[in-house]
């Protein structure tokens, strides 16, 4: 058999101030194989599921043609032609590689670009359209995709990873590769049946009742006609009418009971809507605590709606300022995107002081921006993160640790969240002699911070991701929706 794989991921906030082009993709994450397959280059293993869906195509013997796999960070919706152009490469690759009997799409789930609400639906109708209505059409999602009737329609099977932090892409890549490959034999035909849940927030898998919502997903995804279930968190700064959260149960179109399981996980999953909402505390209730423990040992503190994750500036100056108010030491935070801090940083050189603006430039969501007297403390152009899965690596840039007032602040040329340590430890922080660490993440931080933290804290502020939503903002939304409407539930 051949398969055909492609990728394409960005997530889109409606409201973030960062722009989206052709150059973003760029410069993330972007992998163009020189020759279109039969057999694919080794260094397309990798990246997310992309890789996972080459690696099983190799080791059966298909043959395997890859195309392009290209990510960005999230921002504002994309640039119209540059969208459009990306994709078209993908369509072009596919017809070049007719026929092929499976083909497996690595997309997010929560894309937009200008003129397009739908970028996945649209990408997968267009597939469609090339390899007729016989060949098997696999997507791999971001669990915190929005659900629209064309990606349920055009395809045979949605699959997102059900772990956030999301440490689980091969695995769930693993389970829809085998579905492509039975479907493809004849053994089973599939359906996506989907219950929409009308909720708008972040839901943290690491949470009690949130780990049980998927442990009830897996126990629904041994019954018999049933082939995968995936909890869809949806993204909620999405402005359009398809986003919130929802249920997608892959089964034999014949499977009658699928439609019930749906509507039952549906209203499980709509009863844990407040459990990670209820984590987030304002910054001076945090500090209190901190300073009133009598016990040693690292308070890591999540800067959750600053989070570049999910399209904020990673530039928000609230935490920071309480810290210097309050005179909070030994603390370090990071990471600030603050290019032109960076710049002055490296013409001032290590061990100097200088008098700097840093941060709150994106917009209003940043807060003001914090002028002090800045020691320099290290430079560096090349330390890089890795993600929670250990999948992938993400390069700072040029980078700058700055001693502010006695907080060591670590400012960046190139926007992303916390996933790693080694965005302090490379600069020579030693975290066991910290009192505080603010970390720009919603949850990605946790798998590697959590292990050496006493507690962790989730931070609200005004920032770019707050759950404070305003209605006003959303005049695009199917209502009623939670948090806005008290009647909203699952169907």
Not at 42 to 48: K, L, N, S, T
Request: hydrophobic share 40%; charged share 25%.
């Amino acid at each position: 058999m051949n398969i055909f794989v492609a990728g394409l991921m960005m997530e889109t906030n409606s409201f973030s101030a960062i722009p989206c082009t052709r150059r973003a993709f760029e410069g993330a994450m972007f992998y163009r194989p020189e020759v279109l397959g039969p057999q694919p280059e080794p260094q397309a293993y990798e990246q997310f599921g992309y890789r996972t869906f080459l690696r099983l195509a190799k080791e059966r013997g298909y043959g395997a043609y890859a195309s392009l796999h290209a990510f960005a960070e999230p921002a504002a919706p994309c640039r119209q032609e540059d969208y459009e152009s990306l994709r078209d490469e993908i369509l072009h690759d596919l017809r070049r590689s007719m026929p092929v009997d499976m083909v497996f799409l690595m997309l997010h789930g929560a894309q937009m670009a200008h003129g397009y609400d739908d970028c996945e639906g649209d990408i997968i109708e267009r597939v469609r359209e090339i390899v007729g209505p016989d060949v098997f059409i696999g997507v791999e999602l971001d669990l915190h995709g929005n659900i629209s009737e064309k990606m349920l329609e055009t395809s045979n099977a949605l699959v997102a990873c059900l772990l956030y932090p999301h440490t689980d892409f091969d695995e769930r890549g693993e389970q829809l590769f085998e579905l492509g490959e039975r479907f493809a034999r004849g053994e089973i035909r599939t359906r996506n049946y989907y219950q929409r849940v009308p909720m708008l927030g972040i839901y943290y898998t690491t949470l009690p009742r949130m780990a049980a919502v998927n442990d009830a997903a897996r126990e629904v995804q041994q019954r018999d006609g049933v082939f995968s279930v995936s909890l869809m968190h949806g993204f909620p700064w999405a402005n359009q009418p398809d986003t919130g959260a929802g249920v997608v149960i892959v089964a034999d179109p014949d499977c009658a009971e699928a439609p019930d399981l749906a509507v039952a996980l549906g209203r499980r999953f709509f009863a844990a809507r407040d459990e990670t909402r209820n984590l987030r505390r304002p910054i001076d209730d945090i500090l209190d605590e901190i300073e009133s423990s009598p016990e040693a040992g690292l308070f890591v503190i999540a800067d959750v709606a600053d989070n570049p994750g999910g399209g904020a500036g990673s530039d928000s100056t609230f935490i920071l300022r309480r810290l210097l108010e309050r005179n909070i030491q030994p603390a370090v935070l990071g990471m600030i995107w603050d290019p032109v801090a960076v710049d002055f940083a490296f013409e001032a050189g290590v061990g100097n002081r200088l008098t700097m603006r840093l941060g709150g430039k994106t917009g209003p969501f940043s807060g003001a921006p914090v002028d002090a007297d800045v020691t320099v403390v290290a430079l560096s152009t090349d330390i890089a993160q890795e993600d929670p899965a250990g999948d992938l690596t993400f390069a700072l840039g040029r980078a700058a640790l700055l001693d502010v007032g006695g907080v060591r602040v670590v400012a960046n040329s190139i926007r992303q969240q916390v996933f790693d340590p080694c965005c302090f430890t490379a600069f020579g922080v030693d975290l066991s002699t910290v009192r505080v660490a603010v970390v720009k993440s919603t949850q990605h931080f946790h798998e590697l911070f959590h292990p050496l933290a006493k507690k962790v804290f989730y931070c609200e502020t005004p920032g770019a991701l707050t759950l404070d939503f305003d209605p006003r903002r959303y005049g695009r939304l199917q209502r009623p929706m939670w948090p806005f409407d008290g009647d909203a539930a699952p169907a």
